[in-house]
């Protein structure tokens, strides 16, 4: 089968490899229709989380069709349409028993203590091969394959496999709800979805980004937008809230705020890897500390915006990621307000069914977020394209069927 190769830092190719079989008798396999790029797989290129192994398949998102099960799966049959959620639970230990699927004890094959599984991830997050394939094989299929209702297409339950359930999932932390002045960090795929589901829970948005194509799109779901090139992020807030700031913040942008833009005097992709060579030679193991690209981004520019921004006892939902090694945090002003904040990676498989709902009711349209649908056998252009951030490209959905 044709699939995503990860090689090196930079290096990533469409190429041939062997089909996926199954090995345990809870496995599935499933022949995909649909895949999806994130911006997760270009930290992965890009070197910011390390770890990822040569010959990993990339790619998180899936939709399709069940091919092949294991003698113990009973739930899920051959021939069924499903949605594969990103991250992997057992559905059995303590913590899938509550849904917490991204806290699973068993799906780490390095320990109960080693953090959360998902597809197409680096080695600490157990090496699964993804989704940017034709075929892939699902673990525990009984926990991790959902079968897709009639009426929903492939276009809305991909991003059911991911963005809409991490962007529901961040407006649950942040207890969303109605009258609620919801300030949301970062206008990109997630962003754009939490914003409707803030919008779905009866709450006020004000949006946070710098690149103008997504702030309009921001703004034509409508939410108040505030660039933050153009203006102070705080003040802006208050402004907006009068004086009060906003009762509830969701921070989807994570360490991507280290992330230069485009725009005079910003490095264009050539400069960016040539002062990142240049980096690199200077501090050998700025990799590893999540030090990426150019000087002067700082990593915890929102968690330091999120806490001047929230109102007096207001809740901080962090869903953005951040490397382990990122370890500040302004917890003496956080203190000084009463808030409450909460955090995590998505337990997408919780939320995957009521996402379901609200699209069969109409309530919810998560596809009109899709900017690009290509064929895999052009996804490396495709990559290039999402890296730079090039405008109008949103979010792509990938079409594994040859
Ligand atoms: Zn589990």
Redesign the pocket.
């Known amino acids: 089968m044709k699939a995503v190769v990860f090689h090196a830092v930079g290096d990533i190719r469409l190429e041939e490899v062997p089909d996926p079989v199954l090995k345990d008798p809870t496995d599935a396999i499933v022949r995909l229709t649909s895949s999806a790029i994130c911006g997760t797989d270009l930290h992965f290129v890009r070197g910011t989380f390390a770890g990822f192994v040569a010959g990993q398949i990339l790619g998180h998102e899936g939709v399709g069709i069940v091919e092949g099960v294991g003698a113990q799966v009973r739930n899920i049959k051959v021939g069924r349409r499903v949605v594969i959620p990103s991250t992997v639970?057992?559905?059995?230990?303590q913590?899938?028993a509550r849904e917490l699927y991204a806290q699973?004890?068993?799906?780490n094959p390095a320990g109960k203590l080693a953090g959360t599984v998902f597809y197409g991830g680096p080695e600490a997050t157990g090496n699964l091969p993804g989704f940017q394939a034709q075929k892939a094989r699902v673990l525990w299929a009984d926990v991790n394959l959902v079968p897709v209702p009639d009426g929903i297409t492939d276009d809305q339950a991909i991003l059911v496999s991911d963005i809409l359930t991490t962007a529901w999932f961040g407006t649950e932390l942040a207890e969303v709800g109605e009258g609620d002045d919801v300030l949301v960090f970062g206008c990109g795929p997630v962003g754009q979805l939490a914003i409707a589901c803030a919008k779905l829970r009866g709450a006020r948005v004000i949006a946070v980004d710098r690149l103008a194509d997504r702030l309009e799109v921001a703004r034509r779901q409508g939410a108040d937008v505030i660039d933050f090139d153009a203006e102070k992020v705080p003040e802006a807030v208050l402004r907006l809230t009068n004086g009060d700031g906003a009762s509830k913040v969701i921070d989807l942008v994570g360490v991507d705020a280290m992330v230069p833009q485009r725009g005079p005097g910003v490095p264009d992709r050539a400069e960016r890897k040539e002062i990142d060579r240049e980096r690199k030679a200077a501090t050998p193991d700025a990799h590893q500390q999540g030090d990426h690209w150019v000087a002067g981004d700082n990593p915890t520019q929102v968690l330091s915006w999120s806490v001047e921004c929230v109102a007096k006892a207001g809740t901080i939902a962090i869903v953005g990621v951040y490397p382990p090694t990122i370890d500040a945090y302004p917890i003496g002003a956080a203190i000084n307000k009463n808030l409450t904040i909460r955090m995590g990676v998505c337990n997408h498989r919780r939320y995957v069914d009521e996402m379901f709902e609200l699209i069969l009711a109409g309530r919810l349209d998560p596809s009109t977020i899709i900017t690009q649908d290509e064929p895999i056998t052009d996804v490396i252009a495709a990559y290039e394209a999402f890296d730079e951030r090039r405008q109008g490209w949103m979010k792509v959905e990938l079409e594994p069927a040859e």
């Open positions: 639970g057992c559905g059995n230990c913590f899938c699973c004890d068993n799906a």
